[in-house]
């Protein structure tokens, strides 16, 4: 595959060589800097006394989009015993997805088979009609998701029986986190009455397989919506499952107050899941403004585990580096800026202010590549 780099009238354009599977690394020289792209990472480097133009920084998130788009989960979630340096991309420089999901304006970070990580924005209502449940009516999953409002509102039916006609409604606000195991009946509408989305909504969503949905009622079938082909493996029988687990909903902003982290002094927390025997752990994160790491704060890896950093709020300075010796270069990240810490990938403090304004984001761990069952989450390895 090769990923173009447009640039204006007066620039001349480049591309990068990007190979399915292959642990590559392709270098771009650019006026003021370049782009280096691998089955690992995206980085921009700036030349002496240049900076780096919004151009480059919505190629470094369209390159980064590319490599991890082609080369699965050598580029997300993969653990290859090598080191590599933290994947960060800018939301707000990406293009929209040619191929939407969910039937909304999407922006997609990664999809292979490991899953897909997804950027959502839902219209509005547009007329007075009860909502009928979107076209899929009551559904489930083979695999686990997770979600989080990033703002307005959208309403879920979370149906208990594939039987039922009325499910619960439930409304998601900003906020609102989302931990949905697999077999977890959702969707559909009422047959009377019923609640409304008032506001257009964003959020972000994760899924842990590739997709599809089994579908409840007498035409229910096993299909992806979004995709073409058929799912492997082919599971249509909704009748045979035994037992539709609930998934677990919460209003982050109503139903739960900031505590001291016990990580990091200054930092406070919100523990959305925390799934010790299935390896899977979501907080929310706040740093205030001049916030500085306590002093001796260790550079830390994992060996197995993948952390997802989204930024909801605010600045942070990011140090990424490409091995333990390396002297690691900051980025300043702000608000819908995504982090990923793959196994082997440096977390550090620089000396000074981490955050201007302050810092929120939504961190989620697994234990293991990026699903449920890889038990106990290690501890941060820290670096000498």
């Known amino acids: 595959m090769t990923v173009a780099i447009r640039h204006g009238p007066t620039m001349p354009s480049h591309s990068v060589q990007i190979k399915r599977g292959e642990k590559l690394m392709r270098k771009t020289n650019l006026p003021g800097g370049s782009v280096t792209a691998s089955s690992n990472s995206v980085r921009w480097g700036v030349g002496r006394g240049a900076s780096a133009p919004r151009d480059y920084l919505r190629l470094k998130a369209v390159l980064l989009a590319g490599v991890c788009f082609m080369t699965g989960p050598g580029a997300v979630g993969a653990d290859d015993g090598e080191w590599s340096a933290l994947q960060i991309v800018d939301v707000n420089a990406?293009?929209?997805?040619?191929?939407p999901r969910f039937k909304a304006k999407s922006k997609t970070f990664f999809r292979s088979d490991v899953g897909s990580f997804v950027y959502a924005q839902f219209s509005p209502t547009w007329d007075t009609k009860p909502s009928t449940g979107g076209p899929l009516g009551s559904h489930y999953h083979l695999w686990n998701e997770f979600a989080y409002m990033l703002e307005g509102d959208l309403v879920v039916t979370e149906p208990v029986s594939p039987y039922q006609k009325n499910g619960a409604l439930y409304r998601y606000v900003e906020g609102t986190w989302l931990d949905r195991p697999a077999y977890t009946l959702h969707g559909g509408g009422w047959v009377t009455g019923g609640l409304r989305a008032q506001n257009p909504c964003t959020l972000i969503i994760f899924e842990e397989g590739d997709g599809s949905v089994v579908t409840v009622g007498p035409n229910g079938d096993h299909y992806q919506p979004d995709f073409e082909g058929r799912p492997d493996p082919y599971e249509p029988d909704w009748q045979a499952v035994d037992q539709f687990p609930r998934p677990w909903i919460e209003n982050s902003g109503a139903a739960l107050e900031w505590e001291e982290d016990t990580v990091l002094a200054g930092r406070l927390v919100k523990w959305l899941s925390d799934d010790q025997r299935e390896g899977f752990r979501a907080q929310l994160v706040k740093i205030p403004p001049g916030w500085t790491a306590p002093e001796g704060t260790p550079r830390t890896y994992f060996e197995q585990a993948n952390r997802m950093r989204y930024v909801i709020f605010g600045d942070m300075q990011v140090w990424s580096f490409d091995?333990?010796?390396?002297?690691?270069?900051?980025?300043?990240?702000?608000?819908?800026?995504?982090?990923?810490?793959?196994?082997?990938?440096?977390?550090?403090?620089?000396?000074?202010?981490?955050?201007?304004?302050?810092?929120?984001?939504?961190?989620?761990?697994?234990?293991?590549g990026l699903t449920h069952g890889g038990g106990e989450i290690e501890q941060p390895i820290a670096l000498e």
Not at 94 to 99: F, G, L, P, R
Not at 332 to 360: C, F, L, M, N
């Open 94 to 99: 990406m293009d929209w997805d040619e191929q």
């Open 323 to 368: 091995g333990p010796d390396g002297a690691g270069e900051a980025t300043t990240v702000s608000k819908d800026s995504y982090i990923h810490q793959a196994p082997r990938s440096i977390w550090g403090y620089g000396d000074g202010p981490v955050t201007e304004q302050g810092a929120v984001w939504l961190e989620v761990t697994y234990a293991k």
